[in-house]
T-cell receptor, first 114, second 110 residues
Framework: NAGVMQNPRHLVRRRGQEARLRCSPMKGHSHVYWYRQLPEEGLKFMVYLQKENIIDESGMPKERFSAEFPKEGPSILRIQQVVRGDSAAYFC????????????FGAGTRLSVL | QKEVEQNSGPLSVPEGAIASLNCTYSDRGSQSFFWYRQYSGKSPELIMSIYSNGDKEDGRFTAQLNKASQYVSLLIRDSQPSDSATYLCAATAGNNRLAFGKGNQVVVIP
């Protein structure tokens, strides 16, 4: 029974390149959340998606960041024209469909921008 | 005001002792509360969830919730070196998103 799968685990990009982070939720889960953890800081909510819908993107930076969760395939967090400040650990979590349900986290993608 | 606050600095406890962690939250509408454990370089792992006032025990862990005081705590009994980690308090904050505190580092000294 696979958990939340994220890939890649580590991603290195040069400034100005694009970063694509993927997340497959736990089997049976239809809710996906993305969080970012900057060095020495706590986890910050970015976006909450269900299949083909963005439910809450209040934590997403206004520019360069986008997310999707298509009908088929994993959820994608896309960062265009990366800058050094984007270097962080990006975690995906998933939950079943009930409000307040437990969110299970993937192993994360550690993005380093050179 | 931060949504979830964990103000204590690193906590060092002798092996076998009780570690006590505290957390306050600002949104009275929060209904669900969680404690996650995070080892260095790893992802958060759920330790406890609590939804109603009072205590909830699971093995060596006890979570306490007081909604009137907007306060959540975690007790770790018989602390083990493997409990050395950062403990994150989280509360639901609208649209099912989680608001996290900055975490408390616990060091269990053998």
């Amino acid at each position: 029974n696979a958990g939340v799968m994220q890939n890649p685990r580590h991603l290195v990009r040069r400034r100005g390149q694009e970063a694509r982070l993927r997340c497959s939720p736990m089997k049976g889960h239809s809710h996906v959340y993305w969080y970012r953890q900057l060095p020495e800081e706590g986890l910050k909510f970015m976006v909450y998606l269900q299949k083909e819908n963005i439910i809450d993107e209040s934590g997403m930076p206004k520019e360069r960041f986008s997310a999707e969760f298509p009908k088929e395939g994993p959820s994608i967090l896309r960062i265009q024209q990366v800058v050094r400040g984007d270097s962080a650990a990006y975690f995906c979590a998933s939950s079943h469909d009930q409000i307040g349900d437990i969110q299970y986290f993937g192993a994360g993608t550690r993005l380093s921008v050179l | 005001q931060k949504e979830v606050e964990q103000n204590s600095g690193p906590l060092s406890v002798p092996e076998g002792a009780i570690a006590s962690l505290n957390c306050t939250y600002s949104d009275r509408g929060s209904q669900s509360f969680f404690w996650y454990r995070q080892y260095s370089g790893k992802s958060p792992e759920l330790i406890m969830s609590i939804y109603s006032n009072g205590d909830k025990e699971d093995g060596r862990f006890t979570a306490q919730l007081n909604k009137a005081s907007q306060y959540v705590s975690l007790l770790i009994r018989d602390s083990q070196p493997s409990d050395s980690a950062t403990y994150l308090c989280a509360a639901t904050a609208g649209n099912n998103r989680l608001a996290f505190g900055k975490g408390n580092q616990v060091v269990v000294i053998p």
